[in-house]
């Protein structure tokens, strides 16, 4: 089993940045991609970035150069830093970890997620 925990989120008003950290314990061994996913009432959640453990990350258009995932292996930690952001991004953000390093299994869901933190962009 994998634990996440999500923190970082909060209020910021439209221009702003934030970042949101993932901190993973347990069987990080076996994980091989993480992502932050967000979601809004009402609509199904969405992968925002992800970042395999080859490097390779990936981002959804919409947050393509505003937003930058990255990870500190050492304290087994994902971030997300948030610059720019605009009222659109207001949403709960997930941290998730998978154990495919594929993304064709994970763009609708991971194996293991935290539990979420509120990001509401707003002025």
């Known amino acids: 089993q994998v634990q996440l925990v999500e923190s970082g989120g909060g209020l910021v008003q439209p221009g702003g940045s934030l970042r949101l950290s993932c901190a993973a314990s347990?069987?990080?061994?076996?994980?091989?991609?993480m992502g932050w996913y967000r979601q809004t009432p009402g609509k199904q959640r969405e992968l925002v970035a992800s970042?395999?453990?080859?490097?390779?990350?990936n981002y959804v258009d919409s947050v393509k150069g505003r937003f930058t995932i990255s990870e500190n292996n050492a304290k087994n930690t994902v971030y997300l830093q948030m610059n720019s952001l605009k009222p659109e991004d207001t949403a709960v953000y997930y941290c998730?970890?998978?154990?495919?390093?594929?993304?064709?299994?994970?763009?609708?869901?991971?194996?293991?997620w935290g539990k979420g933190t509120l990001v509401t962009v707003s002025a």
């Open positions: 998730g970890a998978d154990r495919s390093p594929f993304a064709d299994n994970w763009l609708n869901g991971m194996d293991y």
């Open positions: 970042v395999t453990r080859g490097g390779r990350t």
């Open positions: 347990g069987s990080i061994f076996s994980i091989n991609a």
